[in-house]
């Protein structure tokens, strides 16, 4: 019993660390797509799979003010 308590600590150590490498990744794309959509002089727009708007740039902005 103590080595299968020990044996899911390391299981559950391990997936810890996983997901953490997981999240750096993550968050690394994050700045490197939110740097790539602020730097670009187009209007650019990022919708999830129902079509709802979930990033947009400065320029997109300023266009969809100019529209209103």
């Known amino acids: 019993l103590e080595e299968y308590k020990r044996n899911l600590e390391k299981e559950a ?7 953490r490498e997981k999240e750096r990744a993550l968050s690394n794309a994050l700045t490197q797509m939110q740097g790539i ?22 320029q997109m902005h300023e266009l969809f003010r100019l529209i209103r």
Request: proline residues 0%; neutral net charge; hydrophobic residues 45%.
């Open 37 to 58: 959509m602020d730097s670009s002089r187009a209007g650019i727009v990022a919708l999830d799979n129902q079509f709802k708007v979930v990033a947009a740039n400065y």
């Open 13 to 19: 150590e391990n997936r810890t660390v996983q997901l």
